[in-house]
Structure formats: C-alpha cells, structure tokens
C-alpha cells in the first residue's frame, strides 16, 4: 500500500467473510474515488482472502489483513483502524463488503466527517435516504431499533446502527477501542455513543442502501436481544 498518507487520506476498511461475488467490484468502485482500502479477511473459506491478495498484488493502494477465523465484526473494525492509525490516515472508514454500501456516497461520507471533526454517517433516516431489499418487517427491526437508541442514549442521530461512515482520526484516537462492549449489531451504536459523549460532531449524510440478500435479515434474534441489552449497558456506562 501507498504509505505517503498526507492530509485529509483516508483508508476504507473493509471486513470479509465469503464475499468473493462482490468484493472486487466494491474495492474498484473504492479506488475509483481516491480512497485507499484494508480488507480484513476472517479466513473465508469461500476464497475471498485469495482474491483480497490478488487485488493488493494488482493496486498498492489496496492491502490485506488476514484473520484466522471469524473473530467478530468489532473486532476486524477495530484492528483496521489501528493500523490506520499507525500509518498515519487521518479518516477511516467503515463500509460493506458485499455491495449494499454503494462507493458513489463515499465522498459525501468523507467531506461530512471533514466538516463535523467527528463522524460523518451515511443515514438511511434522513431526507433523500431509502432502502431497497428489505421487507417491512427488517425495516420496522431497523427504525425501532434506531428510536431506541434515541430514547435510551438521548441521541439525535437518525440511523446509528448505520455501518457506512467516517471516523476523522481525532475521534478514533479520544474513544479507547480496547474498553468497547461491543462485536457486532452493537458496535456502530456504540461507536457513535462514545464520540458524541466526547463532544464530537455527527453530521448524517443520505445513501441508498441496497441489500443483496432480499427479504433476509443478516442479523439473527439473538443478535438484536444482545444489542439491546448492550445498549442499556452503554446508558449506564455498565461493563
């Protein structure tokens, strides 16, 4: 990877498990918007990670984290930020690997977190935001979830548990990711929590969110019970 990290660069990390389909027109689309991107590969068995390396062999603004199993959506963030971090990027970014997140509201994402100092978030609560793919039920799963953390956490972020969005360095640096409760549905809630505890701004930016698995939800009951459990957790600063 391109290691000259100047100003303003920002690094897109990428988790995967078994999303060879997808991930390289995803990581294009990236590339073709300036980005730089990190794969974190959880061992997919579908050949992903092999594909991941042929992409970094190809471009040097792309690079691979190869994980031993699937260790955790948290987790893979988390370790990507901290090499972020250490080579110097001054924006990360969260995003899907499997097409949901489309490349063409990235820059949206990056100037908004620019501007904020904080996180810029691609909603799909806000004006111009929509969804395709999803039935009522998972839409109804995604709003209620959304007012919860409204009501619990005394947010004014429309779509917390959004997982397209950009962390300016300052933020990721002030929020200690090794005292994080959470791995996965949880994980963007609290994020956005513990910067706007810290004073940091959020702006939401609209995005069209297409989900590639129609009328299935990628987060199981159990998942949802936990999340609200963890957000309850994170209101009394439980641990």
């Not at 924006?91 to 501007?115: K, N, Q, T, W, Y």
């Not at 929509?130 to 039920?137: K, L, N, Q, V």
């Not at 917390?160 to 990721?172: I, Q």
Request: proline share 3%.
């Amino acid at each position: 990877m391109n290691r000259r990290t100047g100003p303003g660069r920002a690094l897109v990390v990428l988790p995967t498990y078994n999303e060879i389909d997808d991930l390289a027109r995803v990581v294009h689309g990236i590339r073709a918007t300036g980005s730089e991107v990190l794969v974190v590969d959880d061992s997919s068995p579908d050949g992903t990670g092999r594909l991941a390396d042929e992409l970094a062999v190809a471009d040097n603004g792309v690079c691979v984290l190869h994980r031993p199993a699937k260790l955790g959506l948290g987790s893979a963030y988390v370790a990507g930020f901290r090499i972020g971090l250490e080579r110097g990027y001054d924006i990360l970014v969260e995003m899907d690997a499997d097409g949901s997140h489309l490349p063409a509201h990235l820059p949206a994402i990056l100037a908004a977190a620019r501007e904020s100092g904080g996180i810029g978030l691609g909603s799909r609560y806000v004006a111009g935001g929509s969804i395709t793919g999803w039935g009522p039920a998972r839409q109804f799963l995604s709003r209620g979830a959304n007012v919860y953390c409204r009501a619990v956490l005394g947010l004014s972020v429309h779509d917390s548990t959004s997982g397209y969005r950009a962390y300016t360095r300052d933020v990721l640096e002030a929020i200690d990711l090794s005292r994080l409760i959470s791995q996965g549905y949880s994980f963007q809630i609290e994020m956005v929590h513990q910067a706007v505890r810290r004073g940091f701004g959020v702006i939401e930016v609209p995005i069209h969110f297409e989900d590639r698995i129609a009328g299935r939800s990628k987060v199981s009951e159990g998942e949802v019970r936990k999340a609200l459990w963890n957000v309850v957790r994170m209101r009394f600063g439980w641990r």
